[in-house]
């Protein structure tokens, strides 16, 4: 099988990894890509989010099968694009992807299909918006109605910096600022694989979205993951299939726009149950990196399956006994104003850890940071402490001037702690 796979994080050379051990895979392509998947596939200047230039690479090089990763493109309608050309592609269509583009129209499917979710009310003028957080309890949640990368969102207490940010959002031409009520309790990432009908959740993970330790510090895309949850009881993963997953697949197909792909439920963990965070139409970064490292399935049969209506054909997903924990090292500055161009350098790392590239590329035979999120530094093993001191000997021997990391991913867990209220 001939596998093109879009984008250039880290999120695209874990699957590119999961997939180079699949042996029905006989290629791999990806565009754009990174200095990391430089060594598993062969990359092409491309640009993941232009429907045509990716139908063009997909024709030149017989591709049997794209896999998605960004959301920008699916929300651009390459998935469209890609199967209207007669080829199969992992990934929603562009009406599906607005699960993840449109926070209002989340909101709409959830209603429909009768899954908890924060109570939320859109707003098109600041003044109305400024009105409703005066009137609301503390903490205030402001989104901005539309793919923000994970900076669309303020969470906090003082009310007028909440104001200033919904005043921002609203003062962009055509977006909507919405306000949501605030959710208490641990959160979880939930993927889960979805043919349009068939429903296979992948194993519960966590991410740490703020920059520093503690969290402190603004959202990122993403700061570390660690996969499974040991404090989550053992339920919860078919309960949330139950009440939230198959239910918003169930409703998608009902609207005549199923959904096809990955579909991630960001959920907190509250005392009245799962209640949804968020929808995302695409495998999350970081978690992906911890929770394909676990996946002993083939992942490329997976994706066709799941990509050509066939999902229910595939048996129970396979997972590593053990667990997985990544850690991000940023450049410099990240998330305001990260700093590019700087050399990386990776010594002899210890056995059950990668570096996966997100932020780099090859200059002169060096390879330098573009900014961002640089390398998630991965490590499996036994249990989730041991994966954790062992993701941290990788980033000790990881190279970049003025890289930062949290120093705290998975700790809480690996020490026992964490429960749902
Ligand atoms: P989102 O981009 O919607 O995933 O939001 C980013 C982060 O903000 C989430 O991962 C949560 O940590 C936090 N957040 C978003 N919405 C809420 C909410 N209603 N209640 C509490 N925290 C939230
Ligand atoms: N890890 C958060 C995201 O992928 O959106």
């Known amino acids: 099988m001939k596998i093109l796979v879009l984008g250039g994080g880290a999120r695209e050379h874990a699957l590119l990894l999961a997939l180079s051990r699949d042996p029905a895979v006989t290629s791999l392509t990806c565009a754009p890509g990174n200095a990391g998947t430089a060594a598993l596939a062969d990359n092409c200047a491309v640009d993941p989010a232009d429907p045509a230039a990716v139908v063009a690479l997909v024709a030149e090089i017989g591709a049997d099968l794209v896999v998605v990763g960004p959301e920008v493109p699916l929300v651009a309608g390459v998935a469209d694009a890609v199967r209207a050309a007669g080829t199969a592609c992992f990934g929603p269509s562009a009406e599906a992807a607005r699960i993840e583009g449109s926070k209002s129209f989340a909101k709409q499917v959830m209603a429909a299909a009768g899954v908890a979710t924060a109570a939320a009310q859109v707003f098109s003028s600041a003044q109305q918006c400024a009105e409703h957080l005066r009137a609301a309890p503390a903490p ?5 109605d539309g793919l923000a990368a994970g900076k669309g969102v303020h969470v906090g207490s003082d009310l007028p910096t909440a104001v200033a940010f919904a005043r921002d959002v609203l ?3 055509g977006t909507t600022a919405v306000i949501e009520a605030y959710l208490d309790g641990p959160e979880v990432s939930l993927f889960a694989l979805s043919d349009g009908t068939t429903v296979v959740p992948l194993l519960p993970a966590q991410d ?24 989550l009881p053992a339920d919860a993963v078919a309960r949330i299939e139950r009440e939230v997953l198959q239910p918003v697949v169930e409703e998608m197909a009902r609207r005549g726009t199923p959904f096809q792909g990955l579909l991630y439920a960001g959920l907190a963990m509250t005392s009245t149950g799962p209640q949804v965070i968020e929808f995302n139409c695409r495998f999350g970064d970081p978690e992906t990196q911890v ?5 002993e399935t083939p992942l490329a049969g997976v994706l066709l399956a799941c990509a050509t209506g066939r999902l229910g054909d595939v048996g129970p997903l396979r997972w590593r006994d053990g ?3 990544t850690v991000v090292v940023a450049a410099e500055g990240y998330p305001a104003a990260p700093v590019t161009g700087d050399p990386l350098t990776v010594g002899p790392l210890p056995e059950g850890v990668a570096v996966l590239h997100a932020g780099t590329r ?10 961002g999120r640089v390398v998630s530094v991965t ?17 000790a021997a990881v190279g970049l001037r003025g890289g930062h990391w949290r120093t705290d991913i998975a700790t809480a867990a690996a020490a026992g702690e964490g429960a749902v209220p």
């Open 171 to 173: 003062a962009e031409p």
């Open 362 to 371: 090859v200059e002169s035979g060096a390879v330098l940071s573009t900014g």
């Open 323 to 325: 667990a997985a924990v």
């Open 208 to 231: 740490f979205k703020r920059v520093g330790d503690g969290d402190a510090g603004p959202n990122t895309g993403g700061m570390g993951a660690y996969a499974p949850l040991p404090w």
């Open 379 to 395: 490590a499996v093993a036994a249990s989730l402490s041991t994966a954790r001191d062992l993701a941290y000997e990788g980033v």
């Open 140 to 144: 205030y949640v402001v989104k901005a």
């Open 291 to 295: 929770v394909l490292a676990l996946l």
